[in-house]
């Protein structure tokens, strides 16, 4: 996308993340991720890619540089910078005793553009939960929903922002396979319309392969391929980062995917 509203793409340089005497990322590299596409972060469980979105968030202590285009984020305070980033973590904060539409409305007036919003804030609200199929919610209470439901309303109260970048923490971990697939195409389409760069952890490598445009693998902390999905998620690199014999098959219509023969 080459709208007027895009911000450009995203890039980190040496970014180091310790928690305590324990190295998470070490003098690691990202990017540039491209603006209008969705990056997917990929990796074993503490391979260091939720520490990574929160270091691209500015919520983990660093010394890396962030750019965003000619933005350098890194040099913003949390306010500014959070204008700019919306981060949605995997465990969502506790519920609270407010409707889902006013919580939307309220998300929305934390976003950059809210000053000239305040007539159409209902409308917007509302068209947001209804593309992500959980318009029906509108006037239930937060702390009477699911944990999908609250999964799908915390995605609206992030993309009612519209922030420049958009990063998600196992988006879809809560959510059926209806609603994951809903979810990502819905991503994909606000992602490309509005030129935002958007990062997602996912494990689920089938869905990444299909949905994402662009992947990062992590291991250890370190990356280990970045590029195309279809040039990441390999054979030789599921054996070396995961343990498993696998192949990479493609279905009828020609889309790939994992088969796991075995573990090493």
Same mark, same amino acid.
């Given at each position: 996308?080459?709208?007027?509203?895009?911000?450009?793409?995203?890039?980190?340089?040496?970014?180091?993340?310790r928690?305590?005497?324990r190295?998470?990322?070490?003098?690691?590299?990202?990017?540039?991720?491209?603006?209008?596409?969705?990056?997917?972060?990929?990796?074993?469980?503490?391979?260091g890619?939720s520490?990574? %979105? =929160?270091?691209?968030?500015? +919520?983990?202590?660093t010394?890396? /540089?962030?750019?965003?285009? $000619?933005?350098? &984020?890194? #040099?913003?305070?949390?306010?500014?910078?959070?204008?700019?980033?919306?981060?949605?973590?995997?465990?969502l904060?506790?519920?609270?005793?407010?409707?889902?539409?006013?919580?939307?409305?309220?998300?929305?007036?934390?976003?950059?553009?809210?000053?000239?919003?305040?007539?159409?804030?209902?409308?917007?609200?509302?068209?947001i939960?209804?593309?992500?199929?959980?318009?029906?919610?509108? %006037? =239930?209470?937060?702390?009477? +929903?699911?944990?999908?439901q609250? /999964?799908?309303?915390?995605? $609206?109260?992030? &993309?009612v #922002?519209r922030?420049?970048?958009?990063?998600?923490?196992?988006?879809?971990?809560?959510?059926?396979?209806?609603?994951?697939?809903?979810?990502?195409?819905?991503?994909?389409?606000?992602?490309?319309?509005?030129?935002?760069?958007?990062?997602?952890?996912?494990?689920?490598?089938?869905?990444?392969?299909?949905?994402?445009?662009?992947?990062?693998?992590?291991?250890?902390?370190?990356i280990?391929?970045?590029?195309?999905?279809?040039?990441v998620?390999t054979?030789?690199?599921?054996?070396?980062?995961?343990?498993?014999?696998? #192949?990479?098959e493609?279905?009828?219509?020609g889309?790939?995917?994992?088969?796991?023969?075995?573990?090493e």
């Amino acid at each position: 996308m080459t709208g007027p509203d895009r911000a450009g793409d995203l890039c980190a340089r040496n970014v180091t993340v310790r928690y305590g005497r324990r190295t998470v990322l070490q003098d690691l590299s990202l990017g540039p991720l491209p603006a209008g596409r969705v990056s997917a972060l990929l990796g074993p469980n503490g391979s260091g890619k939720s520490t990574l %979105l =929160r270091a691209l968030a500015g +919520l983990e202590r660093t010394d890396a /540089q962030v750019r965003l285009g $000619a933005t350098d &984020l890194s #040099r913003l305070r949390p306010a500014a910078r959070a204008r700019h980033c919306v981060y949605l973590p995997q465990a969502l904060p506790p519920p609270v005793h407010l409707q889902v539409l006013e919580s939307v409305i309220a998300a929305r007036r934390a976003g950059p553009h809210a000053g000239g919003w305040q007539d159409d804030e209902v409308t917007e609200s509302l068209e947001i939960l209804a593309r992500l199929g959980v318009d029906q919610l509108a %006037l =239930r209470y937060m702390d009477a +929903l699911s944990g999908g439901q609250r /999964q799908l309303v915390g995605l $609206a109260q992030a &993309l009612v #922002r519209r922030p420049d970048v958009l990063l998600l923490d196992e988006p879809l971990s809560a959510l059926d396979l209806h609603h994951q697939f809903s979810v990502m195409d819905m991503v994909r389409q606000e992602t490309r319309t509005r030129g935002m760069v958007t990062v997602v952890v996912l494990h689920d490598l089938n869905i990444a392969l299909q949905q994402a445009d662009y992947a990062v693998m992590l291991s250890d902390g370190k990356i280990q391929g970045a590029g195309p999905p279809i040039q990441v998620v390999t054979a030789p690199v599921l054996r070396q980062v995961y343990g498993v014999r696998a #192949r990479i098959e493609h279905c009828s219509r020609g889309r790939p995917h994992v088969v796991v023969d075995g573990v090493e």
